[in-house]
């Protein structure tokens, strides 16, 4: 499942003297109603964001609707709340006062601290990248360096590329000397014809020696001709397990898109960790069209999507071991589009990196010195998911600032926290000092977030998302760049937690999972997918105590479907 808006934020307690705490808003709905929820992405710093809101609102009214979670990037806002923003939010209250519907929003994204500090982003260390002094100027140099074996695919092997190794499943898999971006030929997949019903699938992969604790970049040339559909192509650098009985896991995740037309680069960023050899895998899978592969390259890189903060300490060393001073040997290092990818809180995987380090005047680092560089940066999942530190004090108080900001907008008697699929977690010094798992950081974690909540906002509702909480679904060991197991994030739910259950395919351990631990559940039904999978649903919901409600749940802002869903999962007429 993938979210633009709502991937969690982690946030780490510290004292704040307390504002005084503002009254919860008075509905006219019974607690003891069951809970019939629509899911609602709205923009009300945006001219006619509230409108489209208020319009699903009247729709889902009809349909016997009381309630809907709120997810609007305008909570996260540092300033007061503008005259139209507090008039929209108004004009949204009173039209779910009217209604008889709960107005729940969303909190603790991570938007709403990264747009205020992008240094509060979780990131990974890299130690000892070799950095070369070249007049005033201290450039990356990768150390050793290593590259692809027939990286071009100029060199052949009986119709295959030398030093590849090709699975072609129903593809067709080859060499062509008609299309290529470098030298004399490129790899070309083909699929069969676009549109046809059948499809093919194919994996080209090579191992490579990388040195442990340090930051790669592959780049890769593609262009498609009826390629789809379009995503159905990616890399992924995977370990290679030490033992035979070992697991490999990817240490990139990519959301590659191919579109017809002119050769494109599309790259990945990866940790090697502590790992001295990875796979590159080119794989396409249930894919129709053809497909060209040329030019890749793996190289280590420096100070991509670096991240400055206490937590993240940024050292420079002489290959002699004297520790250099920034501000007296260095000049402030940052790179200056970390998360800045068309707005504040935007991060992408790969940009151009910073050239280096530039020398003080008066610096003790000599011309032609080698350097030795430690440092963090931060790790990006897919096309921009990212997770916050949850150690750094403060990401906990632009937490409260937001709480704060939603109380004074909205005054809500439920708040919806945003904890799903935090990506990476436990990586910084500020987290390894703690000596907690991924699961106790998390736990610690939510539990403080939902006391912030109610230190605004007492006598206030919480809910939550199931994931992050249920064993059988995320909370788990080798959960994509997380660095442990998550088991145990549960025992920070205060238990009255509202859980919106979304683990369709183990919905009924995960049901009776959370129904054994007393938390009363929410059903997050639907997904963009067939009205059917509400029987399913309830089916596995029949004998579980606690279940009050199902939840529209869209990701796709699609509301086509929400008359059927009241249908099958509200018994609206």
């Given at each position: 499942m993938l979210r633009a808006l709502t991937l969690v934020s982690v946030m780490v307690a510290t004292a704040i003297v307390a504002r005084p705490r503002l009254p919860i808003a008075q509905s006219n709905l019974p607690r003891s109603e069951p809970k019939r929820w629509v899911f609602i992405h709205s923009q009300l710093g945006v001219q006619g964001g509230a409108e489209r809101a208020m319009e699903v609102m009247e729709r889902s009214a009809k349909l016997g609707c009381n309630g809907v979670v709120l997810s609007d990037g305008t909570f996260s806002s540092a300033r007061e709340p503008s005259p139209d923003e507090a008039k929209r939010a108004s004009a949204l209250l009173s039209l779910g006062e009217r209604l008889g519907i709960e107005i729940i929003p969303a909190a603790f994204g991570p938007h709403a601290v990264l747009r205020h500090d992008l240094n509060l982003v979780e990131a990974m260390p890299v130690r000892n990248a070799?950095?070369?002094?070249?007049?005033?100027?201290?450039?990356?140099?990768p150390d050793p360096f290593r590259e692809l074996t027939n990286r071009d695919f100029e060199e052949e092997d009986r119709g295959k590329p030398r030093g590849w190794d090709v699975s072609p499943g129903p593809a067709k898999v080859g060499l062509d000397a008609a299309h290529h971006y470098g030298g004399r030929r490129s790899l070309r997949l083909d699929f069969g014809p676009s549109g046809a019903s059948a499809s093919g699938?194919?994996?080209?992969?090579?191992?490579?020696?990388?040195?442990?604790?340090?930051?790669?970049?592959?780049?890769?040339?593609t262009r498609s001709e009826g390629f789809e559909p379009p995503a159905n192509f990616?890399?992924?650098?995977?370990?290679?397990?030490?033992?035979?009985?070992?697991?490999?896991?990817?240490?990139?995740?990519?959301?590659?898109?191919?579109?017809?037309?002119?050769?494109r680069a599309q790259h990945a960023v990866f940790n090697s960790i502590d790992h001295r050899r990875v796979r590159v895998r080119l794989q396409a899978a249930n894919a129709r069209g053809r497909l060209w592969v040329d030019t890749l390259s793996l190289a280590e890189v420096g100070l991509l999507n670096l991240v400055r903060r206490p937590g993240c300490p940024f050292v420079v060393r002489g290959e002699d071991g004297t520790v250099y001073e920034e501000g007296r040997d260095f000049e402030p290092v940052t790179d200056r589009r970390m998360g800045r990818e068309g707005s504040a809180g935007a991060y992408r995987q790969y940009h151009e990196p910073p050239e280096g380090i530039r020398l003080?005047?008066?610096?003790?680092?000599?011309?032609?010195?080698?350097?030795?560089?430690?440092?963090?940066?931060s790790p990006v999942v897919f096309t921009d998911r990212v997770t916050v530190?949850?150690?750094e004090p403060r990401a906990y108080e632009l937490a409260r600032n937001e709480i704060r900001r939603v109380h004074r907008l909205l005054k809500p008697r439920t708040y919806f926290m945003s904890h799903d699929e935090m990506r990476i977690i436990g990586w910084c010094a500020a987290c390894a000092a703690r000596g907690l798992t991924p699961g106790q950081l998390l736990a610690d974690n939510v539990k403080r977030c939902a006391a912030i909540i109610r230190e605004e906002a007492p006598g206030a509702s919480i809910a939550v998302w199931s994931d992050m909480f249920d064993p059988h679904h995320n909370a788990r060991d080798d959960y994509y760049i997380v660095n442990g197991p998550l088991f145990g994030s549960w025992l920070g739910l205060p238990r009255d937690t509202i859980i919106a259950n979304w683990n369709y395919n183990k919905r009924a351990q995960s049901l009776r999972w959370f129904a054994d631990r007393g938390h009363p559940q929410v059903i997050a039904g639907h997904y963009d997918r067939p009205i059917s999978d509400v029987a399913t649903w309830l089916d596995?919901?029949?004998?579980?105590?606690?279940?009050?409600g199902m939840m529209y749940t869209t990701w796709i802002r699609k509301y086509d479907d929400l008359e059927a869903f009241a249908k099958a999962a509200w018994k609206a007429k």
């Open positions: 070799l950095f070369t002094v070249e007049g005033d100027l201290a450039r990356h140099e699938s194919a994996t080209v992969s090579q191992e490579i020696e990388v040195e442990p604790r340090r930051q790669y970049a592959l780049t890769v040339w990616q890399v992924w650098i995977m370990t290679v397990p030490k033992v035979a009985s070992g697991k490999a896991l990817p240490l990139a995740y990519t959301q590659w898109r191919q579109a017809d037309g002119p050769w003080a005047p008066g610096s003790r680092i000599l011309k032609g010195a080698r350097l030795r560089v430690s440092y963090y940066h530190c949850m150690s596995a919901s029949r004998g579980v105590p606690g279940i009050e």
